[in-house]
């Protein structure tokens, strides 16, 4: 079956998004439509798993709850059902939904990565955030590789872009993470 031909035909539940996942189909579920996922080249994988490693290090250091590497699918909303994969998420000791299972996380994260890839309009990048955001996430990280900024967005605040000699930091959803924005770029 085509891409075209999964994408036109009906609209899509959680179920649906992961038999297609085990049919070796990559899409993310936005309000009940397949928004396929293009795989990133090697500069979005190397900055994100930078980024993710070190906030990792402190989360598991600190137990503070669980990290989850990149699509992993998080079930937001139902009916019609949303399912995101961001390249990195967080969700707090408190908030998890007990043990972790084989199927989609049944919870919003408190944090999130986005990194952008090359094939990601502006407006793409900035649909996602305004997604997370309205679902609940505290805290979304949006990251541009080649440009080597970093943006942090939170409900309510204007965006804060960070640049190579800036520093990163969790807010208060990760008090004790700091991170100087050039580790990411090494």
Not at 18 to 47: D, F, K, N, R
């Amino acid at each position: 079956m085509s891409a075209a031909t999964l994408t036109a035909s009906k609209v899509f539940t959680a179920r649906d998004l992961e038999g297609l996942s085990a049919q070796g189909y990559h899409y993310e579920l936005i309000q009940g439509e397949l928004h396929e996922m293009i795989p990133p080249g090697g500069m979005h994988g190397s900055s994100t798993i930078r980024l993710s490693f070190y906030a990792t290090r402190i989360v598991i250091d600190q137990d503070l709850g669980e990290t989850f590497a990149a699509e992993t699918g998080f079930l937001i909303r139902r009916n019609p059902d949303t399912v995101l994969a961001p390249d990195f998420a967080f969700i707090l000791k408190e908030r998890l939904p007990g043990a972790i299972t084989k199927g989609y996380v049944p919870v919003v994260p408190d944090i999130v990565l986005e990194t952008r890839s090359p094939n990601d309009t502006k407006r793409e990048v900035a649909e996602k955030v305004e997604r997370w955001l309205e679902a609940g996430v505290r805290l979304v990280w949006e990251l541009d590789p080649e440009a080597q900024v970093l943006t942090v967005h939170q409900r309510g605040l204007s965006p804060i872009t960070l640049g190579i000699d800036d520093t990163l930091d969790g807010a208060d959803i990760l008090p004790a993470f700091t991170l100087p924005i050039a580790k990411i770029f090494r």
